[in-house]
């Protein structure tokens, strides 16, 4: 193409199509000064002080708006501009206090801007100078900087899709509406923080960015909650944390971040952070040296080996650590004391997906990346609720619906996706087999399935086909409680070709984890969507790292990349990587190590970063587990209930103080890089197991996390052979990437699957052991909300405390008025497990019958009220099916 003697400012340059004046000039380095312009939101075009002269034009133009056409010569900066530009500025500032900008020029875009044509506010016309809104622990307003350019407006809108703020008034009386009150709280506001990001005078601005403290490191890594894995920048000074922000340009998450990410970085500095290993004496915790901690551990765990056999000993690697620590803890016990007794949280999580995954396709872990949440034309959210756990891919779905996408919500409770969703099935909980295959039935009573895909690509159809021949849709619809005619129309969407299948744990806890995540497998095949980009399966993996601690071999029965244990070619492999041979006999699950434990057939656990005690089922089970080991080690940031049982307890560092690397959702490996120094003696987990094993007497010597990754590399080529932390900068890299000039890949199966063909599966429903059980009429989920993160004890040390003080009991309004319950108040809740006492929310959000409770603050105790059920296969306990009682307390 000809650039037809298009320039800006003289320069010349090809024009590309769809792009304005404003973007070609910032591609040629030239910055055309705005104010009501951001990267990335759609141009508000209203501040005109992007103006610039186009050669043969009468008038100026935005160029935030016009796009820049073949043949134009652009000016930016001639005389009449800078007379417009100044005339628009003064307008702009005059309204403010003196000074009211260029008191923190250096820091906002506009001070900046009005600096660069020697201009300041000076008071002519004050507006009200409102005051900060005090009520919100992070954000802040201030009326008087604010020059109504909209950018937050956008920013809520398009990138976090909350639409918190508006516009009141007119002409020179315009004023930002926040909510309905002027108030962050109550209001729609998530405190994502993405107009704060986008304000260009301080006008909204966050506590972080009040402090003024300047940084003098910026640190580049990954956010620590969840399996988003969002990249983030942290400005330190020091040993503290000033602020953390999004990267701009990261491909995870484009700049955004949820509150957690952004502003819940206070536990990093909490005063009860555990800063000494401590060791049980006389039945007390007592302060010692490391070397006096590694020299015990070292010890019991060689004579408990010894005197009991390599049954005796077991590990759990710790979901929240880097996979550098997951692979060494899993060596070493591989090693040193020859057991598979190894596990991590992801079995009380996704087990259920990987193992029904892994089944049908070969690979357990999701088949595409965040990238297809943008190319999908179809979605289904099945038993997940991304804008509170995954809260960044959350604001992706919904502006994916917003431009058109079309979702359809499967889930209990009316998240906040299901209020956008183009249909929304509300099955009763646990029933999601049933409401599966319902839909395979319909869908193949439409015949509009990919016929020619799953011709080519699957087996096990006409077995699939009979056994839905044998279930009248009726009684999909009947046990479900979601009507025919919804789960015909559901059937129709799906017909119209590949979908995006996003799931999360409504269907991986229960007790037909399994069998549920295979039937959403089935209508991904009949629907064509795996191996497709814009279509697949997305299961979104919890943790910053369970992905990563299951890729790393923290497994019973597989070692690192999910080879076997019982392939005998594989243990020759690692052997003569690791020197010796891995044991071939899978061990046990974290459930069966607790049985074991009761049973005293299990002396001794190593727990790296869990709280069981909070965070499995039945607690008092779990302490009578824990509490007849001979040898507790916990490895903690703080002294968790599970800790306080330890005998030996070991400061750990967090996210924000370790190197190494985390594996997100979308099996995209990341450089995690410490911003910070760990409190105290607190060490890196990978430190710990390196001066463990050399206690043992093994040779190891690694230096850097940087070195783990490269025998990573070399432990499991087919995935990660081509991972090397010098390929890691920015975006990293997604597995499988086998060798040095792979680059890595975003969609799994597009030739076809590692298991040839992948394969139908239809189990029968089962109704769940907790759905209608006499004398408990209501059926509780439990699960997480935005504000706070698992077990809480990195969440509950910073202000998000503030946005969400306590686990609340969810209930509709017509329960709770049957109950003699009000919004407020106490509740008993009884199951036939146990029972707490919380206070209660009103709201729709749940249907009638229908309940539901977090599990982040210790004192709510809601794991007492889980029971003993669980998947046969996965071993997964059902967290979301519970049988409960309710009486006002
Ligand atoms: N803010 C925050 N984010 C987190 C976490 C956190 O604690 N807080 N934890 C992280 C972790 S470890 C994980 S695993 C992920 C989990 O992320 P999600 O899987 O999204 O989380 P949950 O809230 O447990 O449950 C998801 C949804 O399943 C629905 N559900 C319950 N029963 C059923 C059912 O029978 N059928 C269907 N179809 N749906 C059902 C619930 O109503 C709920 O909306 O989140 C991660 N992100
Ligand atoms: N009722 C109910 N219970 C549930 C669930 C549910 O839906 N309902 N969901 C389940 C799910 S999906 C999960 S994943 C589990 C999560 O349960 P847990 O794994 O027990 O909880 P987390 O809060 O993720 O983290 C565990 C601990 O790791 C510590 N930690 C953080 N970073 C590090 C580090 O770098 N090193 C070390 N050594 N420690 C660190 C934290 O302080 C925390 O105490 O909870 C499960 N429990
Ligand atoms: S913090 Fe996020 S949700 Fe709240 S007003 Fe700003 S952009 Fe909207
Ligand atoms: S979405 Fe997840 S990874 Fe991203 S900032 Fe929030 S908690 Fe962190
Ligand atoms: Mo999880």
Redesign the pocket.
């Known amino acids: 193409m000809k650039d037809g003697g298009t320039s800006i400012d003289g320069q010349r340059l090809m024009p590309h199509p769809g792009e304005t004046i404003l973007q070609a000039a910032r591609r040629a380095g030239i910055e055309i000064p705005h104010v009501c312009w951001s990267e990335g939101l759609a141009p508000e075009g209203g501040c005109r002080v992007c103006l610039v002269e186009v050669a043969g034009a009468t008038r100026p133009v935005a160029a935030c708006h016009t796009h820049l056409e073949p043949g134009m010569q652009v000016r930016t900066e001639t005389p009449r501009l800078d007379r417009l530009r100044r005339e628009i500025l003064t307008l702009m500032a005059d309204p403010h206090p003196a000074g009211a900008f260029t008191d923190v020029a250096a820091a906002t875009p506009f001070g900046r801007l009005l600096q660069r044509y020697g201009m300041v506010a000076n008071g002519t016309h004050p507006r009200r100078r409102g005051d900060l809104d005090g009520a919100h622990p992070y954000l802040h307003f201030d009326p008087s900087l604010c020059i109504v350019c909209r950018l937050c407006v956008h920013a809520c809108e398009e990138v976090q899709g909350s639409f918190v703020y508006g516009v009141g008034g007119r002409g020179a009386h315009t004023t930002l509406r926040i909510g309905a009150l002027d108030r962050y709280t109550p209001s729609a506001c998530t405190a994502c923080g993405a107009c704060v990001d986008r304000c260009p005078t301080g006008a909204v601005t966050d506590r972080d960015r009040l402090d003024r403290a300047e940084a003098d490191k910026i640190t580049a890594t990954v956010c620590g909650?969840?399996?988003t894995g969002c990249r983030i920048e942290v400005a330190t000074r020091g040993e503290e944390v000033l602020r953390v922000e999004g990267v701009r340009d990261a491909a995870v998450n484009r700049g955004h971040l949820?509150a957690?990410g952004r502003f819940a970085h206070g536990w990093h500095s909490a005063g009860d952070r555990l800063t000494r290993p401590l060791l049980r004496r006389a039945g007390e915790l007592v302060p010692v040296s490391w070397a006096e901690a590694i020299a015990f551990a070292a010890g019991r765990l060689r004579a408990l080996r010894s005197a009991h056999g390599s049954d005796a000993v077991a590990c759990l690697t710790s979901?929240r650590s880097t996979n550098e620590a997951a692979y060494l803890l899993q060596k070493l016990f591989r090693c040193a004391f020859g057991t598979n007794h190894i596990d991590c949280?992801a079995r009380v999580?996704?087990s259920s997906t990987a193992l029904a995954m892994g089944r049908m396709t070969g690979t357990s872990a999701a088949s595409t990346s965040f990238h297809d949440l943008e190319l999908a034309r179809c979605l289904v959210v099945?038993?997940?609720?991304?804008t509170?756990?995954?809260?960044v891919v959350g604001a992706r779905i919904v502006q994916a619906v917003l431009r058109g996408a079309d979702l359809i919500v499967?889930?209990?409770?009316c998240?906040a996706l299901a209020e956008y969703a183009t249909l929304h099935l509300q099955?009763?909980?646990?029933?999601?087999v049933a409401?599966l295959h319902g839909l395979a039935k319909a869908l193949l009573e439409t015949g509009a399935l990919d016929r020619a895909y799953v011709a080519e690509r699957t087996e096990g159809l006409a077995e699939l086909e009979t056994f839905l021949a044998g279930l009248p849709l009726a009684d999909a619809a009947r046990i479900s409680g979601v009507a025919e005619t919804d789960l015909r129309a559901a059937a129709r969407i799906l017909g119209r070709g590949p979908a995006l299948f996003v799931?999360?744990?409504?269907?991986?806890?229960?007790t037909q984890g399994v069998a549920?995540v295979e039937a959403l497998c089935n209508l991904a095949l009949l629907t064509g969507s795996l191996g497709r980009a814009g279509a697949g399966m997305m299961p979104?993996?919890?943790?910053n790292n369970?992905q990563g601690n299951a890729d790393m071999g923290a497994m019973p029965d597989a070692l690192t990349g999910y080879q076997r244990v019982g392939d005998a070619e594989v243990r020759a492999r690692f052997a003569a990587l690791w020197g010796v041979p891995p044991p071939a006999t899978p061990g046990w699950t974290v459930s069966e190590m607790f049985a074991a434990a009761r049973d005293r057939r299990l002396k001794a656990l190593w727990i790296q970063g869990e709280d069981p005690m909070q965070s499995h089922p039945e607690p008092e089970r779990v302490r009578e587990a824990l509490g007849s080991l001979d040898f507790l080690a916990v490895q903690e940031l703080f002294l968790t209930d599970t800790a306080r049982l330890a005998h030996l307890v070991l400061p750990a560092a967090g996210c924000l103080e370790q190197d190494g690397t985390f594996t997100n959702a979308e099996r995209r490996i990341q450089r995690v890089r410490a911003a910070v120094p760990p409190p105290g003696e607190a060490r890196p987990d990978w430190q710990v197991f390196v001066e463990l094993a050399r206690a043992l007497g093994l040779r190891w010597n690694y230096r850097h996390p940087g070195e783990v990754m490269d025998e990573i590399a070399r432990a499991a080529p087919a995935l990660f052979g081509g991972v090397h932390y010098d390929r890691l900068e920015g975006d990293g890299l997604l597995w499988p990437c086998p060798d040095a000039t792979h680059p890595g890949t975003l969609t799994l199966h597009l030739g076809g699957f590692p298991c040839g063909r992948a394969r139908f599966r239809a189990v029968p429903y089962l109704p769940p052991p907790e759905l209608d059980v006499p004398g408990h009429p209501y059926t509780l989920?439990?699960?997480?909300?935005?504000?706070?993160?698992?077990v809480?004890t990195m969440?509950r040390r910073t202000q998000q405390l503030e946005l969400e003080p306590e686990d609340r009991l969810e209930i509709h309004p017509e329960d709770a008025r049957r109950e003699g319950l009000v919004d407020g108040g106490r509740a008993r809740v009884t199951s036939r497990t146990g029972e707490c006492v919380v206070r209660v929310r009103c709201t729709a959000r749940v249907a009638p019958g229908t309940l539901?409770l977090?599990f982040?603050h210790p004192q709510t105790r809601t794991n007492a009220l889980v029971g003993p059920h669980h998947d046969p296969e996965s071993k997964c306990p059902d967290?979301?099916?519970v049988a409960v009682r309710l009486r006002p307390e």
């Open positions: 909650y969840c399996g949820c957690k979901s949280c999580c996704h099945a038993g997940t609720n991304p509170e756990a995954h809260p499967i889930d209990p409770r998240t099955p009763r909980p646990g029933t999601n409401l799931h999360g744990l409504g269907l991986s806890e229960q549920a979104l993996r919890g943790q369970v989920i439990t699960g997480r909300v935005l504000q706070h993160y698992n809480g969440t539901f977090s982040h967290y979301k099916t």
